[in-house]
């Protein structure tokens, strides 16, 4: 996967507007530059209900994308009382627990799918962050990726794996990369709050 310049953009209800004006589709954009937009990552619940235009421009003008669902959130019962979480087409009925692989698995096959009806370039793939620092969240996290697997060797798109890492636990964050499966092309880190 060729990230251009390395950064990426996270396009959402805040920011789209401007980015949609450097990415004109009459012309070179704002400022009469154009924009070098090889990547960007959209916010998933906001593509769905408002970012149908966005999504349209970053197509025509060749920008490849994410579509970020934060997933991870739904393993959080606060989530649910967050109405553009909740009402997300492929947000589960109720928080995700490790205890329920079926369920596990049909929401990663959810999530994919929404991914892949937005159009993104690569698969986010769902993940989960520890809550504390005594937090090992491998096992699930392999879990997820292990249901991920199918659905991304159907759509044949990069698959990068979300992992969340507490900085107080690192030894636990490199032993979760050493055990990531080969079919994964890269990974994006996160901690908690």
């Excluded at 596990?104 to 989960?128: K, N, Y």
Aim: proline share 9%; charged share 20%.
């Amino acid at each position: 996967m060729d990230l251009g310049h390395g950064f990426i953009p996270r396009l959402d209800a805040r920011n789209y507007k401007a980015v949609e004006r450097c990415l004109a589709r009459d012309g070179p954009g704002m400022f009469h530059e154009g924009l070098d937009l090889p990547w960007a990552i959209l916010e998933g619940p906001w593509a769905v209900d408002r970012g149908t235009s966005t999504l349209e421009l970053c197509r025509d003008r060749g920008a490849s994308y994410l579509v970020d669902t934060q997933a991870w959130r739904y393993h959080d019962p606060r989530t649910f009382e967050v109405e553009k979480f909740a009402t997300t087409p492929s947000a589960p009925p109720q928080p995700l627990s490790c205890s329920d692989p079926g369920a596990l698995r049909h929401f990663v096959e959810a999530d994919l799918s929404l991914q892949a009806s937005l159009g993104a370039t690569a698969f986010l793939l769902p993940g989960m962050v520890p809550r504390n620092r005594g937090d090992d969240i491998s096992d699930t996290t392999l879990t997820l990726l292990d249901a991920a697997c199918d659905v991304a060797s159907g759509e044949p798109r990069p698959c990068i794996a979300f992992l969340g890492a507490h900085t107080g636990a690192m030894e636990v964050a490199h032993r979760l990369v050493d055990a990531l499966p080969l079919w994964i092309t890269g990974c994006t880190c996160n901690s908690p709050p």
